[in-house]
């Protein structure tokens, strides 16, 4: 049964800095992974898909990679805004269906 | 191009009853994929249709099910409603079944008193 895991849990950073978020899988028979983020009260929007024959994939200031071997996935966020803050949550799909992370919740300090 | 939209956005029902919810996918989009999300749980997997065909299905009771029409739109249904089906319900779609990137409506917010 595939499980994935998020750490931290929660991250303040002040603005303008780099930071990096992580999500563990255990099941390496992952088909893809796609990155999400979710404002309070809403629906997910997608940041990035890294399909199982990628190792990283880039938009904007946002860059994820993907190792299967290790099973972790990397979200990085370049020179952080407000904008910024909201819940950052990994799936990664496998056995049919997408298995999600408990997700990261930032916070960027103006 | 029309994301995908979900109908109602917040619904009360009391204990017992049942209740129908509806997804509409982006124009093209022929699998539609159902989560629970819910502070104890997570995001949970549901269901998954592609071509009015269920092809997964999560770990729920049979009081959860879901049906896919020709034209994509997707509904579920869940009966006999609990106190612990109080829940944001998403719905997400994406172009084939197997792993292509899932786009999210904004979800039902149902509450059950």
């Known amino acids: 049964k595939q499980e994935v895991t998020q750490i931290p849990a929660a991250l303040s950073v002040p603005e303008g800095e780099n930071l990096v978020l992580n999500c563990s899988f255990t099941d390496s028979a992952i088909y893809n992974l796609q990155w999400f983020r979710q404002d309070p009260g809403k629906g997910l929007t997608s940041l990035l898909l890294?399909?199982?024959?990628?190792r990283e994939q880039t938009s904007g200031r946002l860059n994820a990679s993907l190792d299967k071997s290790s099973g972790r996935s990397t979200l990085y966020i370049a020179a952080s805004q407000p904008g910024d803050s909201a819940t950052y949550l990994c799936a990664g799909f496998g056995n049919e269906k997408l298995t999600f992370g408990t997700g990261t919740r930032l916070t960027i300090i103006p | 191009k029309a994301g995908v939209t979900q109908t109602p956005r917040y619904l009360i029902k009391t204990r017992g009853q049942q209740v129908t919810l509806s997804c509409s996918p982006i124009s093209g989009h022929r699998s539609v994929s159902w989560y629970q999300q819910t502070p104890g749980q997570g995001l949970q997997f549901l269901f998954e249709?592609?071509?009015?065909?269920?092809?997964n299905k999560g770990n729920f009771p049979g009081r959860f099910s879901g049906r896919q029409f020709s034209n994509s739109r997707s509904e579920m249904n869940v009966s006999t409603l609990e106190l612990g089906d109080s829940a944001l319900y998403l719905c997400?779609?994406?172009?084939?079944?197997?792993?292509?990137?899932?786009?999210f409506g904004p979800g039902t917010r149902l509450t059950v008193t």
């Open positions: 249709y592609f071509s009015e065909t269920q092809r």
């Open positions: 890294i399909q199982s024959s990628q």
């Open positions: 997400a779609s994406s172009l084939a079944w197997r792993g292509t990137e899932q786009y």
